[in-house]
């Protein structure tokens, strides 16, 4: 498949809007702009495509409320700011796709959270549950916690993360200029565009060493190392223009603009290397003949009902391998439930999940998502 075709097959986009974009002149949120964005992602979700937003500009909408003329250098200032603005970003996000009967959802997260495997995996099923309501999930970093993202202003690795973390197909990264030139345009008139290039292409970090503009703070750099990060999950990552009009739906639609970022390796290969590279094996789980045809035949996730027996002290989100009942190996995931609740639930019904555990945790031992067939 072409890269095209492979774009406009796309299901699950990550659209990153920074900073340097969502400023009016430097003046509080340009909301005409975020109107026609919202416009562009409601036609993606009449589609059936499912878009997480990761969105900067609280500091800026704080900024304008509280009269600071210029971005505070000092961090609680900085903290000050995004607190006051995020009330007004989602709210702006809120009433333009209320227009369109959309849901929306704020989520605020660190980068801590999501190198917290327990946490990781609660972020995980938030955002799974809310795309499968049709909600659009609207990202921002916790600033009130955090000190060094807040000062480089680096929502590109956090779109990035929540690109991983849903297993995204693209990552659309829309900032103030057309994409990644090879030297910054805002200082070199002949600089040139670059309209696809590997993610791993070891030239990428020259080009990029010109910094930010007056708002934005982690310029190109912080896009390079977000498309990297996405890479591995084996997403494809875009750099454009937010102010190219439609610029969204023509991406999705597979026309070629901006510069494309490409992963070495597809998603499934991505996950495999994943599994087999990141993570040891904390046990195993013994499936009847049902659960081992039901994984075999692909697309499956691993329910209670088909697994006999569970070996190893394991915990939720641990790697444990699958085999059947000569102990054949057939597959391998993460777990999503310790070892302890796993053996009460050995043969259960996921209906019945609620009544054996008493809480009502996720239907399936291993999520097809989770899941690397052998
Ligand atoms: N090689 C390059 N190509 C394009 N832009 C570059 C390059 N090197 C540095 N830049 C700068 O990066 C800026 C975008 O980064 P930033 O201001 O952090 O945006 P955002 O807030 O959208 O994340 C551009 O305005 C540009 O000045
Ligand atoms: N989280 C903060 C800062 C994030 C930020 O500016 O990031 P970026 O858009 O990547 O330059 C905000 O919403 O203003």
Redo the contacts with the bound molecule.
């Keep these: 498949m072409g890269m095209r075709e492979r774009i406009a097959k796309a299901q699950r986009i990550v659209v990153k809007i ?3 974009l969502l400023t009016n002149d430097g003046q509080g949120l340009d909301v005409d702009r975020i109107a026609l964005w919202v416009d562009q992602i409601a036609q993606l979700k009449a589609q059936g495509k499912e878009v997480v937003l990761v ?6 909408a704080g900024m304008k409320r509280l009269g600071f003329a210029n971005r505070p250098t000092q961090i609680n200032e900085l903290q000050a700011a ?1 607190a006051v ?1 995020q009330m007004e ?1 989602v709210g702006v996000y809120e009433s333009n796709f209320e227009k369109y009967d959309l849901c929306t959802a704020q989520i605020l997260l660190t980068h801590d959270d999501l190198s917290n495997r327990r946490r990781y995996l609660n972020a995980r099923s938030s955002l799974r549950t809310l795309l499968g309501l049709g909600v659009i999930p609207i990202v ?2 916790n ?1 009130t916690v955090v000190t060094d ?2 000062r480089f ?4 690795t956090l779109g990035a993360l929540v690109a991983n973390l849903i297993e995204a197909d693209v990552l659309i990264i829309l900032t103030d200029q057309l994409g990644l030139f090879d030297k910054n345009p805002r200082d070199h008139k002949d600089a040139e565009l670059i309209p696809q290039i590997p993610a791993s292409d070891e030239r990428l970090e020259s080009m990029v060493s010109g910094g ?1 503009g007056a ?4 310029g190109m750099l ?1 896009k390079v190392r977000a498309a990297r990060l996405a890479s591995r999950s084996g997403a494809d990552t875009l750099i454009a223009s937010g102010r190219e009009q439609d610029v969204i739906t023509r991406v999705a639609a597979g026309e070629i603009l901006g510069t494309w970022l490409l992963p070495d390796t597809g998603r499934e290969a991505a996950r495999k290397q994943w599994l087999a590279g990141h993570l040891r094996n904390r046990g195993s789980l013994v499936l009847d003949d049902g659960a081992v045809k039901a994984l075999q035949k692909g697309g499956n996730s691993l329910l209670p009902v088909g697994v006999k027996d569970a070996q190893g002290d394991f915990r939720r989100g641990d790697m444990v391998i699958c085999v059947d009942g000569a102990g054949r190996i057939i597959a391998r995931g993460l777990v999503n439930y310790g070892a302890a609740e796993t053996l009460k639930l050995l043969g259960k019904p996921s209906s019945k999940i609620g009544e054996v555990l008493g809480y009502n945790g996720e239907p399936e031992l291993i999520h097809r998502d989770d899941l690397v067939v052998t």
Excluded: M, Q, R
Aim: charged share 20%.
């Design positions: 920074g900073s340097a969105s900067s500009g609280s500091v800026a995004a603005g970003l921002n970093e600033d993202e807040i202003g680096d929502n590109d930010a708002l934005g703070s982690g912080t």
